[in-house]
Structure formats: structure tokens, C-alpha cells
């Protein structure tokens, strides 16, 4: 898969295959890696250690993956000590969906009508755009604005302690104190934004790796049932080219005129100075230095 960054507007424009064949990230790429279904696509939104906020874009045919924008303002995550942007590679699991109609009965929520989030724990720092293999090994639930919005954990099949990682318990063996962070970062990074501190289901516990392969396949079958209009799509484009038997389904010219349109660039923004402060917790708040 190729996607080129427009550095302009810190955006992606939509990707294409090895054949040159315009594609939709959230919907042509497939969610499984292998026949038995252990190793899974990870489409990589925000390598480690970057603040810019960027997303699979549902609404924009092809889904091309762009920052995200509030206000009229590109969107950055704050640096809240000792956490320097994310702290892991983030992404998003191809060919999944978070039904916001379905009422899970696990968290008692509904989901958030995004695809399922993915961390990605490795030692490599992944590129924004990039598909990277991972093995599922747990998941954690945070609740935002009263919306399940699972977050699962995972590692690249490659990397150099992959065959030590085969479950959640691991984790805390091979990267002691990474889960208790991770739980943190979600809990206090929309602090500095003024908001309050997220909430999660299970009280934060990380659940193991079978629960979290369930909750992926449950999601797949979400997006089957979006990508094959059987339920409203609530916004989402799904518009794709490798789909077969999807009313979505579109034939290669038609996409690359959606390329065209998309890959458009903007603007020049400087950096914000704001990315290079950090924020420190006091009592529930932030401040910044």
C-alpha cells in the first residue's frame, strides 16, 4: 500500500494497492493477515511520539486518512508529563465498525461509529500510512461521552520480543508499567483541552486476548453488515473498489476521480509551539509550562 503525505495540511491522500488501484483504508484493505485469522492489518494513523491528530476520515469517499480539525483548527494531543504525544503507534483496525445502534453487553454502551483503535506496543516507530501486521494480545474500554470506544492492544509480528507476547499478562512481564501508563494516557489527555477525565469500563482492567478477538470479529461483522448497506451508514462513506457484492462498490476510474479530488493540497500552517510544552496534573488539572 502507498500513501503520500501532503505536508501542507498534515494530511494523507487515499492510498493504492500494488497495482496502482485506488483504494479506501477503512474498507479495501482486509482485516486478517493470514487464512487462520491470528495476525491482523493495523492501518498506523499516529507513529509514537507524535501530537498531530490523525484519522481515517469516514465522511470523504476513499476514507483518506487527514488530521483532524475542531473549530476551524488542526488538532494536536498535549504533552502531559511524563507522556510525549502518543505513547504507542495508533491506528485502526481495517474492516471494522463500532455500531453506535448496537448496546454492548459488556460496557452497557453503544459503540462510537468509528473502526475498532489499535495500539501498537513494538520497539519500531511505525510511518502515519503505513500497514503493519500485529497479533492481538488484549483490549481496554474507555467510555467517551457515553460511547464504548475500545481501544485493543496488540504487537507487530515482527518484532524482535513478538514470540514473548501472546496474551495481556505479558505485557506487564516484557513492558512493566506500559498498561498502567496506557490506562493513564486516556484517562488525562483531554485535561488540557478543559474537559474531565475519561472513564473506562472494567475499571480500567485490561481485558485478554480472547475477549479482545471476539470484540474485533464482532466489529467485523458490523462493517459487513455497513459495507453491505444492511443498516444505515450514519455518515460513513463506503465507497470501495475490492468489495465484492457491495452497492458501494465502485469501478476504478470512478475511484481515482475520487483520488483527485481528495489528494488536493491547502494552505502552509506553521507548528504550533504549543507541541513542544508540557502540561502538568495538579488536583485534576493541567498546567502548562
Known amino acids: 500500500m502507498n500513501c503520500d503525505k501532503d505536508r501542507s495540511r498534515g494530511r494523507l491522500s487515499p492510498t493504492k494497492n500494488e497495482n496502482g488501484q485506488s483504494i479506501s483504508p477503512l474498507h479495501d484493505i482486509p482485516l486478517y493477515a493470514n487464512d487462520e485469522h491470528t495476525v491482523y492489518n493495523m492501518v498506523v494513523e499516529v507513529p509514537r511520539w507524535t501530537n498531530a491528530k490523525m484519522e481515517i476520515s469516514l465522511g470523504e469517499g476513499l476514507n483518506p486518512i487527514k488530521q483532524d480539525v475542531k473549530k476551524g483548527k488542526l488538532r494536536f494531543v498535549a504533552n502531559c508529563f511524563p507522556h510525549h504525544g502518543y505513547i504507542w503507534n495508533y491506528g485502526a483496525f481495517p474492516q471494522t465498525w463500532e455500531n453506535p445502534d448496537h448496546l454492548d453487553a459488556d460496557t452497557g454502551c453503544k ?30 474500554a474507555l ?24 496474551d495481556i499478562a505479558d505485557v506487564e512481564t516484557v513492558f512493566p508499567g506500559l498498561l498502567r501508563a496506557s490506562v493513564e494516557w486516556f484517562k488525562i489527555y483531554k485535561i488540557p483541552d478543559g474537559k474531565p477525565e475519561n472513564q473506562f469500563a472494567f475499571n480500567g482492567e485490561a481485558k485478554d486476548a480472547a475477549f479482545a478477538t471476539k470484540t474485533v470479529a464482532d466489529t ?3 462493517w459487513q453488515q455497513l459495507v453491505n448497506k444492511e443498516v444505515d451508514n450514519n455518515g460513513i462513506s463506503c465507497l470501495n473498489t475490492t468489495v465484492d457484492g457491495s452497492p458501494y462498490l465502485v469501478a476504478n476510474d470512478a475511484a481515482d476521480e475520487v483520488f483527485v479530488k481528495s489528494a488536493t493540497g491547502g494552505n502552509p500552517e506553521p507548528a504550533s509551539e504549543a507541541l513542544h510544552k508540557w502540561h502538568f ?7 502548562k509550562l
Open 111 to 140: 459503540g462510537d461509529n468509528d473502526p475498532i483503535d489499535v495500539l501498537e506496543i513494538g520497539s519500531r516507530i511505525a510511518k502515519r500510512g503505513e500497514v503493519m501486521q500485529v497479533k492481538i494480545l488484549g483490549t481496554i
Open 281 to 287: 496534573r495538579s488536583e485534576n488539572s493541567y498546567s
Open 220 to 222: 467485523h461483522r458490523f
Open 143 to 166: 467510555i467517551d461521552e457515553g460511547e464504548t470506544d475500545w481501544k485493543i492492544i496488540t504487537i507487530n509480528v515482527n518484532d524482535p520480543v513478538a514470540d514473548q507476547l501472546n
